[in-house]
């Protein structure tokens, strides 16, 4: 079946600009996280969304990132007022569940390079 | 201290060489240990998911995990060119869903 689909593949922004990311996941995966990865850095969670539950958002760097989902589908995680730091791959995952031994199914991320 | 120690590398190997990846971590909470492979432009992937200490094999891999030392390794024998990636470390307590992750080491296995 389609595994989890994210869009842009690549974004190039202006710094100040807002972005709007998106994700995909896999259909009927409950749970859904992002995460950014930095240049030579290990991936970063960022924030978490379980079914109707409240995001945990304690991994979030700033009040300048935010993000939405939709039911159990899609989400976007929006960046304003975009600086040169933000400038990272952005990988979404889903996972059936949101235990610890559920695996979590990555997409192929957005590369975001902040000008 | 980060929590979890991993050498970026790189890591270069000739074709058929034995690999050994590890990692070093520091809260001893963590109590599931996987490891990822990245391929380059591509989202990491599960290749290995080991619960507590002791050794999990899937075919050319094997995973351990020595909790009293708190360090976890993955071999790959007899290394292909096709097992060039960057692999991951992560890991995780009982009941939490937040994985926590080593840099990442590339590795280059050369034909």
């Known amino acids: 079946g389609a595994g989890v689909s994210q869009s842009p593949s690549n974004k190039v922004t202006e710094k100040g600009k807002d972005v709007e990311l998106r994700c995909d996941p896999i259909?009927?995966?409950?749970?859904l996280y992002w995460y950014r990865q930095r240049l030579g850095q290990g991936l970063e969670f960022l924030i978490y969304?379980?079914?109707?539950?409240?995001?945990?958002k304690s991994g979030l760097p700033s009040d300048r990132f935010s993000a939405e989902r939709t039911g159990e589908s899609v989400s976007t995680l929006t960046i304003q007022r975009t600086q040169q730091e933000d400038s990272a791959v952005y990988l979404c995952?889903?996972?059936?569940?949101?235990?610890?031994?559920?695996?979590?199914?990555f997409g192929p991320g957005t590369r975001l390079t902040v000008l | 201290q980060k929590e979890v120690e991993q050498d970026p590398g790189p890591l270069s190997v000739p074709e058929g060489a034995i690999v050994s990846l590890n990692c070093t971590y520091s809260?001893?909470?963590?109590?599931?240990f996987m490891w990822y492979r990245q391929y380059s432009r591509k989202g990491p992937e599960l290749l290995m998911y080991?619960?507590?200490?002791g050794n999990k094999e899937d075919g050319r891999f094997t995973a351990q995990v020595d909790k009293s030392s708190k360090y976890i390794s993955l071999f790959i024998r007899d290394s292909q060119p096709s097992d060039s990636a960057t692999y991951l470390c992560?890991?995780?307590?009982?009941?939490?869903?937040?994985?926590?992750f080593g840099k990442g080491t590339k590795l280059s296995v050369i034909p």
């Open positions: 992560a890991m995780t307590g009982a009941g939490s869903y937040q994985l926590t």
């Open positions: 809260n001893s909470a963590f109590q599931y």
């Open positions: 080991t619960y507590s200490s």
């Open positions: 969304f379980q079914g109707n539950s409240a995001p945990d």
């Open positions: 995952a889903s996972s059936l569940g949101g235990g610890a031994t559920d695996t979590q199914y």
């Open positions: 259909s009927g995966h409950t749970a």
